[in-house]
């Protein structure tokens, strides 16, 4: 009764531990199946595992290996189902040269000339491809952001875009198609600027390999995909909303925004809640909500400027995928164009472009 | 069915990198075939290989196959899963069919791990009305009111009272024209 109490308990600890993207050869998923063991085994292997998280805490953490270090590895039929697993065909040197980076061509020149043997490599490296892939990365987003969010203004385009072009982004997209095992790079496990390199490499390969078509598909199906989810207004912070909105309605020649109490409860205790409705004109245009007026004052002006932007939590679903077939000409079209900036935003400015 | 006997661990339906939204990505990253030229238990997947292989690898080019033939070991197969995990199952004695269907199991999973699923439906946008809250559909005359007020204490679904009701009808009675009174 007490071993099957310890074994559960085992059970439970070993259940939560976190597991990298590389651990060591031993599987962790087990279909598993009926067993019969000796009474001896499951504590043997209980011990051998103490011991083991023991060194692997001595040294750092588990011992990692490189998947091409493995027996079975054939570069060649992996870069093959790399390119059928997207669905894309690529120039063979082209998507090479893609995956090949700086450091793997200088460590691999320097081992041989230590050896002693004269090293004219062929291989290029993917310093061009990255450059070219990272403005054909920002030029498809941008096209997409402004042909699907018509109303927004410049700024919250560029919040967007620059998330979607982030670091982190692309280097979890990097990793979910399967760079990590493919990169030919001196550093193991690859920095993440490794994998951001590649991805934009592979961006652009592929626009020359398919054309710049197929390569604007690419990015819609894979990047701008990470936006589904997102909150867009939390990635735009406008400083002084008030402000925005007054500017706003008197370009418009609307009344000043008027700001009304309109629902309150708690105030004398520390869970109190103010609704302050925006007005102008005598016309509702929206409410906030805050734990202060100040608070909920802003919360209103923010909600305003969604309603204008028409980026509310109720706005239309964003379109990925097939749903992009018949918008894809204007999205090619507004790639050069930016969307009007938060200074001059009028609404009669943008109704034009409503699609 | 309560979950506090279970291990297996429970989660809502998910998948990664947004698969299938864009465009769908086969998650099966490369499997590994292992398995003896020789022993009996092996047969199985050595006639999956010598005839069903070859049509599995064509239609599915996005796998990478590796044959791993071991001398003295039971056969295994182990799938590995572009978001890093495997999954390994022995094949031991398995027949040509049974290979063929874990395979194809394999080939429809991503790599996240077997889980109970709490619900099959998952949403990032739960509400678009927005959340009810006690103010949602109130009278704006409550902020100005004050209580006990005639018609806002009132309970909502309180309909007219008897006295009100009989006060009606007799109201009713009273309008009518003299000349059209109804025969009591």
Request: aromatic share 10%; hydrophobic share 35%; glycine share 6%.
């Amino acid at each position: 009764m007490a071993a099957l109490w310890k074994t559960c308990q085992q059970c439970l600890r070993y259940r939560f531990s976190n597991v990298s993207i590389y651990t060591s050869i031993t599987a962790v998923n087990v279909i598993s199946k009926r067993n019969f063991k000796a009474h001896w085994v499951a504590p043997t292997l209980r011990e051998l595992k103490r011991r083991k998280v023991i060194e692997d805490d001595l040294n750092g953490g588990p011992k990692i290996f490189h998947r091409s270090t493995f027996l079975e590895w054939n570069y060649d039929a992996e870069i093959f189902a790399f390119s059928n697993r997207l669905g894309e065909k690529f120039n063979d040197l082209s998507l090479r040269a893609a995956l090949t980076h700086k450091s793997y061509i200088e460590r691999e020149t320097a081992r041989l000339s230590d050896i002693g043997v004269e090293s004219n490599l062929q291989f290029q490296d993917n310093e061009a491809l990255s450059q070219k892939g990272g403005e054909l990365l920002s030029k498809f987003t941008n096209g997409y952001l402004r042909a699907v969010f018509t109303q927004v203004p410049e700024e919250l385009i560029r919040a967007m875009h620059d998330f979607l072009t982030s670091n982190p982004t692309l280097e979890t997209v990097a990793r979910h198609i399967g760079l990590g095992d493919l990169m030919l790079c001196a550093d193991f496990p690859c920095k993440t600027e490794t994998y951001v390199k590649s991805f934009k490499a592979i961006v652009a390969a592929l626009a020359e390999s398919s054309g710049e078509e197929r390569a604007r598909i690419f990015v819609q199906d894979l990047v701008v995909t990470q936006l589904y989810g997102q909150d867009v207004n939390e990635l735009w912070n406008p400083v002084d909303p008030v402000g925005n909105l007054t500017a706003i309605l008197k370009r418009e020649g609307k009344a000043e925004p008027e700001f009304r109490l309109i629902r309150q409860a708690g105030s004398n205790s520390i869970l109190g809640v103010y609704y302050v409705g925006l007005y102008s004109d005598k016309n509702f245009i929206s409410e906030g909500a805050g734990e202060s007026l100040e608070v909920a004052k802003e919360m209103a002006a923010r909600e305003a400027l969604k309603k204008f932007f028409r980026t509310e939590d109720s706005m239309r679903a964003l379109p990925f995928g097939r749903q992009l077939k018949n918008i894809q000409s204007k999205i090619a079209q507004l790639e050069n164009q930016p969307n009007i900036p938060l200074s001059e935003w009028i609404s009669e400015k943008v109704m034009s472009a409503v699609h | 069915m309560s979950n506090s006997h279970m291990f297996l661990p429970s989660g809502f339906i998910r998948t990664p990198l947004q698969n299938g939204l864009g465009r769908y990505i086969p998650q099966l990253q490369r499997i590994t075939l292992k398995f003896c030229k020789n022993h009996g238990g092996s047969r199985g997947v050595r006639d999956f290989i010598e005839s069903d292989l070859m049509e599995f690898a064509k239609t599915n080019p996005g796998t990478v196959v590796y044959l791993k033939p071991r001398r003295h070991r039971s056969p295994c197969m182990v799938a590995e899963y572009l978001n890093g995990e495997r999954e390994y199952l022995s094949c031991h004695e398995f027949s040509r069919d049974e290979v063929h269907k874990w395979l194809s199991y394999m080939c429809t999973r991503s790599g996240i791990p077997v889980m109970r699923f709490r619900k099959y439906q998952h949403t990032d946008y739960p509400t678009v009305q927005g959340v009810w809250n006690p103010f949602t559909h109130q009278a704006p005359e409550i902020n100005i009111a004050e209580f006990p007020h005639e018609v806002l204490s009132r309970p909502l679904d309180h309909g007219p009272t008897a006295t009100e009701q009989l006060i009606e009808i007799f109201k009713k009675t009273q309008i009518e024209d003299p000349a059209n009174k109804p025969p009591n």
